[in-house]
Antibody
Framework: QVQLQESGPGLVKPSGTLSLTCAVS?????????WSWVRQPPGKGLEWIGE???????NYNPSLKSRVTISVDKSKNQFSLKLSSVTAADTAVYYC???????????????WGQGTMVTVSS | EIVLTQSPGTLSLSPGERATLSCRAS???????LAWYQQKPGQAPRLLIY???SRATGIPDRFSGSGSGTDFTLTISRLEPEDFAVYYC??????????FGQGTKVEIK
């Protein structure tokens, strides 16, 4: 079955760039799915960051769009998140997720990574 | 942007009781685009319901979803100890494509 695993630095300096990767195993990133990033500040709710299709098409949350870049590497079966000009407000657990289900037609995130905590601090 | 408002913020119930969670949208949402998730401390969210009323794979039938338009409900018919968690609704729309409610915590009374 498909599994997702986030990786990247757990500590980023203010004004720097947060970079995370989500490795897809047990399936192909070129399936009929979009692939999303979601974050959750400590003790708070979920915020969708953006998504990518294997073709490279992307959609971003307007609240973060100016600072976000999501890319895909089909050769490595993974996708990545870059968030620039970070502040303490970007401290959160970052999740990657698959949306679309097995057929790509389910409007929900059926598979999630375990999440990775990123702290923005000097 | 469609805003999802969940109520109540916290629900205090005992095992065996029925839980009714509400998710209200600021504009009409297609039932196909409404999902519910469960999240326990230190864990990723888990998909419970998609398409407003379809249970995801492996979800017990004590979980059910209903609703249409702007009002949706997640019902847990009889709470089991493992059901005490935070629940989020989510909708698919346009710009942003995905939004979540703020969550309802179901705690042990």
């Amino acid at each position: 079955q498909v599994q997702l695993q986030e990786s990247g630095p757990g500590l980023v300096k203010p004004s720097g760039t947060l970079s995370l990767t989500c490795a897809v195993s047990g399936g192909s990133i070129s399936s009929s799915n979009w692939w999303s990033w979601v974050r959750q500040p400590p003790g708070k709710g979920l915020e969708w960051i953006g998504e990518i299709y294997h073709s490279g098409s992307t959609n971003y949350n307007p609240s973060l769009k100016s600072r976000v870049t999501i890319s895909v590497d089909k050769s490595k079966n993974q996708f990545s998140l870059k968030l620039s000009s970070v502040t303490a407000a970007d401290t959160a657990v970052y999740y990657c997720a698959r949306d679309g289900g097995i057929t790509g037609t389910t409007y929900a995130f059926d598979i999630w990574g375990q999440g990775t905590m990123v702290t923005v601090s000097s | 942007e469609i805003v999802l408002t969940q109520s109540p913020g916290t629900l205090s119930l005992s095992p065996g009781e029925r839980a009714t969670l509400s998710c209200r949208a600021s504009q009409s949402v297609s039932s196909s685009y409404l999902a519910w998730y469960q999240q326990k401390p230190g864990q990723a969210p888990r998909l419970l319901i998609y398409g407003a009323s379809s249970r995801a794979t492996g979800i017990p039938d004590r979980f059910s979803g209903s609703g249409s338009g702007t009002d949706f409900t997640l019902t847990i018919s009889r709470l089991e100890p493992e059901d005490f968690a935070v629940y989020y609704c989510q909708q698919y729309g346009s710009s942003p494509q995905w939004t979540f409610g703020q969550g309802t915590k179901v705690e042990i009374k």
